[in-house]
């Protein structure tokens, strides 16, 4: 009932940044909690950062300081601007959603989008 579409991953130098972009559509009745994890070759996906529906933050210490997650209700679409990247940031970056689907609230999760941090 809600797809996920990522966009704004690629090659980037350590040091640059990205801005990452997903947007929801689908039939739902409001996005709650929504947010970026990632995940690496051979790791477990992590969470990145998540901001509830009404603008409270939550960041990975490991992003704390170079990230900043933001979203868009009018557009249904959530950001996630990152800055000061190192390699050590290379990952499969999903999205994830928390909807409101009639009276009942489900999860989901884009396909991804790859950034990739040379050194």
């Known amino acids: 009932q809600v797809q996920l579409v990522e966009s704004g991953g690629g090659l980037v130098q350590a040091g640059g940044s990205l801005r990452l972009s997903c947007a929801a559509s689908?039939?739902?009745?409001?996005?709650?909690?929504m947010g970026w994890y990632r995940q690496a070759p051979g790791k477990q996906r992590d969470l990145v950062a998540t901001i509830t529906k009404g603008g409270s933050t939550n960041y990975a210490d490991s992003v704390k300081g170079r990230v900043t997650i933001s979203r868009d209700d009018a557009k249904n679409t959530v950001y996630l601007e990152m800055n000061s990247l190192k390699p050590e940031d290379t990952a499969v970056y999903y999205c994830?959603?928390?909807?409101?689907?009639?009276?009942?609230?489900?999860?989901?999760w884009g396909q991804g989008t790859q950034v990739t941090v040379s050194s």
């Open positions: 689908g039939r739902f009745v409001s996005l709650n909690t």
């Open positions: 994830n959603c928390n909807a409101l689907i009639g009276m009942l609230t489900r999860n989901y």
